[in-house]
């Protein structure tokens, strides 16, 4: 991916549909699948009392939110019950500027062996809207409450606090990268509900893409 997400994942993918004669809708959060007697959708009803009917639905959203969209028609349904053993945690995102370049850096997102940080990417060498003679991480941040692993609430911590953690595990991963560097900025964004929980036995639980509705 050479951009942001909006501007080279969204944007095009918009312009295709709008270009087949179809629309898209934003800021127009959904409220409630309206269902048919078998079980069928029937509707999309949103805040705003719009309605969207459709010839088929494709609901892409995360766990946690899908759990509050299912209808009482489907709450028994095996494929749906199952989604009770999925849990949405929390974690943060990171963006770090540097000074330098990092000479270890790869062009592509790499896993951690840190503690704290469970992927990373050098935006300056990956992405071609961030390419850069000074690098620029972005880093997940995660575990981040003792519930799911770690050793404090990182959530409820300031955003100091949180980068300084970040800066401490980067000297021991990247010594050599991290003497003499200086951070520019940073930011910090906080997710309370992201990805499900990657514990033992979950992904027996995960939802195939082809459910008992038939318009589904």
Do not use: H
Not at 29 to 37: Q, R, S, Y
Not at 208 to 215: A, D, G, L
């Amino acid at each position: 991916l050479d951009g942001n997400q909006p501007e080279r994942v969204c944007k095009p993918m918009a312009d295709v549909i709008k270009g087949a004669g179809g629309d898209v809708l934003l800021d127009a959060p959904l409220a409630e699948i309206k269902t048919n007697a078998d079980g069928s959708v029937e509707k999309l009803v949103l805040r705003s009392g719009e309605e969207v009917v459709a010839d088929e639905y494709v609901l892409a959203v995360p766990v946690d939110v899908m759990k509050r969209l299912v209808p009482e028609a489907w709450s028994t349904m095996p494929y749906f019950k199952q989604l009770d053993e999925l849990e949405g945690i929390p974690v943060m995102n990171l963006q770090l500027w540097f000074d330098k370049k990092f000479t270890s850096s790869l062009d592509g997102l790499a896993f951690s062996r840190s503690p704290l940080l469970s992927v990373y990417a050098d935006m300056s060498e990956s992405c071609a809207e961030y390419a850069s003679a000074e690098t620029m991480l972005e880093l997940v941040f995660a575990p981040v409450t003792p519930e799911t692993g770690a050793d404090r609430n990182w959530l409820a911590a300031s955003d100091d606090e949180v980068v300084e953690a970040t800066l401490s595990e980067l000297r021991q991963l990247f010594p050599d990268d991290m003497r003499g560097a200086t951070l520019r900025k940073s930011a910090v964004v906080r997710v309370p509900r992201s990805v499900y929980a990657a514990v033992p036995g979950r992904n027996k639980y995960r939802p195939s893409q082809k459910t008992p509705v038939p318009n589904l």
